[in-house]
């Protein structure tokens, strides 16, 4: 029991580590939370601090996932995964580094999935690309991609999976709950990439 608790202490930890906010703090010295859409994760790194600090921030919030993922191995434990890095996610969600605040944890979740199944991260992954290239939109590339992963645990035959990755899709889906509405009133921020950005802009 001491095992599993002091496991999920750390996987909270390394959850709430706040690269995107530490990185524009010390190289940039700009506030993410006060820029951008407020966001401590990837897609308001890219916007606030550029494509290098945002695929810095990609890489490590993907990574927090993955070792609190990993941490079941590290102890010689027989606990899920999954359950591990549920912690991590939270972690990242309200980080006790900024008041419990935090971002909206797709790329964490990512990182408990490539963890505990490198080959369902690979094709959900995949989603998550084709969806961006057709929509040119992160947040309705991330709930299709959260959504085809509900959707394909079905073929695995792992009920824990299969839970869990229903958990991740509806905080997915309710921490991007605004950005639905803004997709609905077609003012949802773009990528200056994939089709939808092209088709728009050849409109304009």
């Excluded at 921030?57 to 102890?75: E, Q, R, S």
């Excluded at 991590?88 to 944890?105: E, N, P």
């Excluded at 964490?108 to 080959?119: D, Q």
Aim: proline fraction near 3%; glycine fraction near 8%.
């Amino acid at each position: 029991m001491f095992v599993t608790i002091l496991m999920f202490i750390i996987a909270y930890f390394l959850g709430s580590l706040i690269p995107g906010y530490w990185i524009g703090k010390i190289f940039y010295h700009k506030n993410i939370l006060d820029e951008g859409s407020g966001n401590i994760g990837t897609t308001n790194s890219f916007r606030v601090l550029g494509p290098t600090a945002g695929s810095i921030t990609l890489v490590l919030d993907l990574l927090k996932g993955t070792a609190a993922g990993c941490l079941p191995l590290l102890f010689n434990s027989n606990i899920n995964p999954m359950l591990v890095g549920l912690a991590a996610i939270l972690g990242h969600t309200f980080s006790i580094w900024i008041k419990f605040k935090g971002g909206k944890a797709v790329a964490t979740s990512a990182g408990v999935l490539l963890a505990y199944n490198p080959p369902f991260f690979i094709f959900v992954i995949a989603v998550f690309i084709v969806v961006l290239l057709l929509t040119s939109m992160v947040s309705a590339s991330s709930m299709v991609a959260f959504s085809s992963a509900v959707l394909f645990s079905f073929f695995y035959h792992d009920w824990i999976l299969l839970v869990v990755s229903i958990i991740l899709t509806t905080f997915v889906f309710y921490r991007h709950r605004t950005n639905i509405l803004r997709i609905k009133n077609g003012t949802e921020s773009t990528i200056p990439f994939g089709l939808y950005h092209t088709i728009r802009k050849r409109r304009q």
